[in-house]
């Protein structure tokens, strides 16, 4: 079965920092993008982060655009979102996803359109941003 566990979430002051891990199995992890999806409470979820399966292509919403950085480590089925100068509107639950559409697609929330969007396995990582 496929698993991608994201972790690493807590609570952080404006302006801070936080790194999430993102843990997978139950595929062939080099064979797919991963993303980063976020859902705030009484929000749609939005398409936060995308890197492609080879760790090269790197795709961004643009809130996310110059403060969060996405990486992969293909041997260790691993990824990552490093997210910098955090502010309160980026208080939400954080899930990684193995995805088969477009990472262009992730970020700028057409997803939401597709039939068969793709949707987190794991129960995701709460992020708040308070002071």
């Known amino acids: 079965d496929v698993q991608l566990q994201a972790s690493g979430g807590g609570l952080v002051q404006p302006g801070g920092s936080l790194t999430l891990s993102c843990a997978t199995s139950g595929f062939i992890f080099d064979d797919y993008a991963i993303a980063w999806f976020r859902q705030a409470p009484g929000k749609e979820r939005e398409g936060v982060a995308c890197v492609g399966s080879s760790g090269e292509r790197k795709y961004y919403s643009d809130t996310a655009k110059g403060r969060f950085t996405v990486s992969r480590n293909n041997p260790k089925n691993t990824a990552a979102l490093q997210m910098d100068s955090l502010q309160p509107e980026d208080t939400a639950v954080y899930y990684c996803?193995?995805?088969?559409?477009?990472?262009?697609?992730?970020?700028?929330?057409?997803?939401?359109?597709?039939?068969?969007?793709?949707?987190?396995w794991g129960a995701g990582t709460q992020v708040t941003v308070s002071s």
């Open positions: 996803a193995n995805v088969a559409i477009a990472c262009s697609y992730v970020v700028d929330n057409t997803f939401r359109t597709m039939k068969r969007a793709p949707s987190p």
